[in-house]
């Protein structure tokens, strides 16, 4: 399994952004997805699931109404968007496959990672 997240960059506080992540190696449907941040000298942070057939979602308090999770199942790719960005936004994004087709919350659920993609967002 092979996932590619992009979409990262530099923006402004209240702007947004979308994060991409394509996966390959396994039937993308049948697989839940995430997506995890880590900001410099924090731990990795759950942000936002999706279960297999997209139709569930979850979202951490700190994103809830802000964010948005959705996938592609044909196309093989779970998206981000995030709206409304603040400077404690900041981190390195990562999306994640998980073991099963349903939400997970937290690292272990998921058995595969992206490689990440920056988020900085200047005040």
């Known amino acids: 399994v092979q996932l590619q997240a992009y979409g990262g960059g530099l923006v402004q506080a209240g702007g947004s952004l979308r994060l991409s992540c394509a996966a390959s190696?396994?039937?993308?449907?049948?697989?839940?997805m995430g997506w995890f941040r880590q900001a410099p000298g924090k731990l990795r942070e759950f942000v936002a699931t999706i279960s297999g057939s997209g139709g569930s979602t979850y979202y951490a308090d700190s994103v809830k109404g802000r964010f948005t999770i959705s996938r592609d199942n044909a196309k093989n790719t779970v998206y981000l968007q995030m709206n409304s960005l603040k400077p404690e936004d900041t981190a390195v994004y990562y999306c994640a496959q998980g073991r099963t087709s349903r939400l997970g919350y937290v690292g272990h659920d998921y058995d595969y990672w992206g490689q990440g993609t920056l988020v900085t967002v200047s005040s």
């Open positions: 190696g396994r039937t993308f449907s049948n697989y839940v």
